[in-house]
């Protein structure tokens, strides 16, 4: 059965700390991984991981997948306060008829002053 | 305006009553999901439909039951709202690889 595995579940850090967050997966006919920042409602879309080994990257953010390993890690340097949240993971399921995106349990940061 | 739409934004109820949810998209996707969320499970599907015509449970589908009225609009629905569905739910679209899902803000349902 397709599954995605997030670690840790939970992390507190203070601002200005490194952080890095694990995401697994076990995905037939895998294509992308997808990584959302969920606040306080909706989550919403940071980046898509299709290739192995190519970095994306935004701001203090970065991410990175290993197709090989099936892993991919969300890098957060000198944290922020506002980078307070629940991070997911996300990995679409295809399927003849298309796909659907099967979610990680996902990682509570939070970052304290 | 939001691309995607869901009413109500908060809903109070009481055990035993029937509940809609609705959710409305401009993206033009074919692809609707319905997710409820809870604390320390992450998001987990009750329905998903890939087109008009199609409707497929998810993971959790018991005690829920949608509608796909439109390609713009999908709705869930509760027949016998029950405490353990207090929950917040989304609703989400996608296009066809399903790379990439624009989701509404959220309904925060409290069956008391």
């Known amino acids: 059965e397709d599954k995605v595995v997030q670690s840790p579940l939970s992390l507190v850090v203070h601002e200005g700390d490194t952080v890095t967050l694990n995401c697994s997966y076990e995905?037939?006919?895998?294509?992308?991984l997808l990584w959302y920042k969920q606040e306080k409602k909706a989550p919403t879309f940071l980046f898509m991981l299709?290739?192995?080994?190519i970095e994306k990257k935004s701001g203090r953010l970065s991410s990175i997948l290993d197709k090989k390993e099936l892993f991919s890690i969300l890098n957060i340097t000198a944290t922020q306060t506002g980078d307070s949240a629940v991070y997911l993971c996300?990995?679409?399921?295809?399927?003849?008829?298309?796909?659907?995106?099967?979610f990680g349990e996902g990682t509570q940061l939070t970052v304290n002053p | 305006d939001a691309d995607v739409t869901q009413t109500p934004r908060n809903r109070i109820t009481k055990t035993g009553k029937r509940i809609m949810l609705e959710c409305s998209q401009t993206?033009?996707?074919?692809?609707m999901y319905w997710y409820r969320q809870d604390p320390g499970l992450g998001l987990r599907l009750i329905y998903y439909s890939f087109d008009v015509k199609d409707i497929n449970k998810g993971e959790i589908s018991d005690g829920y039951s949608v509608s796909r009225q439109a390609q713009a609009k999908f709705s869930l629905s509760l027949e016998s709202a029950i405490p353990n569905q207090t929950a917040l739910y989304f609703c989400?679209?996608?296009?066809?690889?399903?790379?990439?899902?624009?989701f509404g803000q959220g309904t925060r349902l409290t069956v008391v």
């Open positions: 996300a990995v679409p399921r295809m399927r003849t008829s298309g796909s659907r995106l099967t």
């Open positions: 993206k033009g996707h074919d692809r």
């Open positions: 299709t290739s192995s080994g």
């Open positions: 989400a679209t996608s296009d066809f690889a399903g790379t990439e899902a624009f």
């Open positions: 995905v037939t006919n895998f294509r992308s």
